[in-house]
């Protein structure tokens, strides 16, 4: 989302007048896009700050007007700490205020620290078309929604990034159009719960009835929508853009997904068979702290159905550790429930509190920082067993990749992702623009191959990384 964020600002920015540079020294403008999701991010900020404040200092004299502005969540929760305590920044824009961009710079330029941190009910930037800055070409994000309303107890997302609305379905379309045209193959639409896009605008409320979109055993502390389009309605026409282009989406809510999106999935070749189930606990009695909505009981038959429509499924996850009153016990049933899974891709995090969050105002941080990290790394270790399981499974099966690029370890090998969001590295080499041909080509990135995965080994992250052998390049839409 922050990507996303970023290339908004940058089209805003950009139509003012600016031009964008990668070399620090140069820029008379820094601008950070920030998180409040867990402290560590934000300190990663306070860190780049001082070492940006310290910079403009020694910069005074041959570029005395450096002006330095926080974008996004942190600039809105705080405000008055960056402008007024740390004075660390001239500018300030929360997440629904990037078209004051200019308005914002032009005063700092006149010695004046500027900001505006509103949170809006109607802002989606649907007008605002993003410069995409993907790498190499292949991928792009497409921001579908903005908000939520899900009062998970822990997260503060609802309140630096405001109440749930979604943007338009045909500016949505427009965009995934233009990066069809511009060769991109890859785009995952982003919401903070994407699932649980509903589209009011008037063409379209009135000639579609809609429906609850709870998936079975699932409730919210707010009352659900009615009407408007749902996002089956845009899964179905995203994926009908380009049949070459692999649609993918983060991050969903596991409430929002009925059997119509799970069918389309299936049915869909260039929908990804893969599926990020944010999980959080595996625990009931703390999945109801959490407010997230649903029994563990519940989750585990959500899973069951989706592996039931959709056979050979990758499914990914979220969890954390050590939320407030959390028992040795509960933390046993979440190492279960990773077992009972079995996600190959995860992401795993001790819990930070968050003030204006629910628990900060009702709940204890009662799990010591140190049982937090040792039931952290024993849940590292549990995911990691179960998802080199799931991607064993992969060996001797043929996968198509969407080439990424240049393998990290090896310039002699390249890299990519199979319809599943599993990393496929295997030897850089020429192919047969056909099989019964001579002429032979490179591989680049964007190109899609299929990949004779022949054995696997552990890298330093929770995924496993597959050397591979190569077969040829292929038309995704065609199939294997």
């Not at 908000?147 to 107890?153: A, E, I, L, Q």
Request: net charge neutral; charged share 25%.
């Amino acid at each position: 989302m922050n990507i996303s964020d970023t290339e908004i600002a940058w089209s805003i920015l950009q139509k003012a007048g600016y031009s964008r540079t990668h070399e620090l020294p140069e820029a008379d403008v820094v601008l950070l896009v920030t998180c409040s999701i867990r402290e560590k991010a934000e300190q990663t900020i306070w860190n780049r700050l001082k070492h940006l404040t310290a910079l403009k200092k020694r910069c005074q004299k041959h570029k005395p007007l450096l002006k330095i502005g926080v974008l996004g969540c942190m600039a809105e929760r705080l405000k008055t700490k960056l402008l007024e305590q740390e004075k660390l920044v001239d500018v300030l824009a929360g997440p629904d205020a990037y078209r004051d961009l200019p308005r914002l710079l032009s005063l700092g330029y006149r010695g004046q620290r500027a900001s505006n941190v509103l949170l809006s009910l109607e802002e989606t930037y649907a007008d605002v078309m993003p410069v995409h800055q993907t790498p190499e070409g292949h991928s792009a994000f497409v921001s579908i929604m903005r908000g939520c309303d899900n009062m998970c107890s822990y997260c503060i997302v609802p309140f630096t990034r405001g109440r749930e609305r979604s943007r338009p379905l045909s500016s949505i379309l427009e965009e995934v159009r233009m990066l069809s045209d511009q060769g991109v193959k890859e785009v995952t639409l982003l919401g903070q719960n994407v699932n649980s896009y509903r589209d009011f605008s008037e063409q379209h409320f009135i000639c579609s009835e809609g429906s609850t979109q709870l998936s079975r055993g699932f409730k919210t502390v707010y009352r659900t929508k009615q009407g408007g389009l749902l996002f089956s309605d845009l899964l179905d026409k995203v994926s009908q853009i380009d049949p070459d282009m692999r649609i993918r989406f983060t991050s969903p809510h596991p409430k929002d997904f009925p059997d119509e999106v799970l069918q389309l999935i299936q049915e869909r070749r260039n929908i990804c068979k893969q599926i990020h189930l944010p999980a959080q606990s595996g625990s009931s009695r703390v999945l109801h702290a959490m407010r997230r909505g649903y029994t563990r009981e519940a989750y585990l038959d959500l899973v069951e159905n989706i592996r039931e429509i959709i056979p050979g499924v990758n499914l990914s996850s979220d969890f954390i550790t050590g939320f407030c009153g959390e028992t040795e016990e509960d933390h046993q049933e979440t190492l279960s429930l990773v077992r009972e899974v079995g996600y190959n891709v995860g992401f795993l995090f001790a819990y930070s509190m968050r003030k204006k969050t629910h628990a900060y105002h009702r709940l204890q941080d009662d799990v010591p920082a140190p049982v937090k990290q040792r039931r952290l790394e024993e849940l590292i270790s549990v995911f990691r067993e179960e998802a080199a399981k799931v991607n064993m499974a992969l060996i001797g099966s043929t996968q198509l990749v969407l080439v990424e690029g240049e393998s990290k370890r090896s310039s002699e090998e390249l890299c990519g992702r199979n319809d599943g969001n599993v990393k496929v590295v295997f030897p850089k080499t020429d192919l047969p623009i056909q099989p019964e041909k001579p002429q032979m080509v490179p591989i680049t990135s964007g190109d899609y191959v299929l990949v004779k995965v022949n054995y696997g080994q552990h890298d330093n992250k929770i995924e496993l990384i597959w050397l591979c052998l190569l077969s040829l390049v292929v038309n995704p839409a065609a199939g294997f």
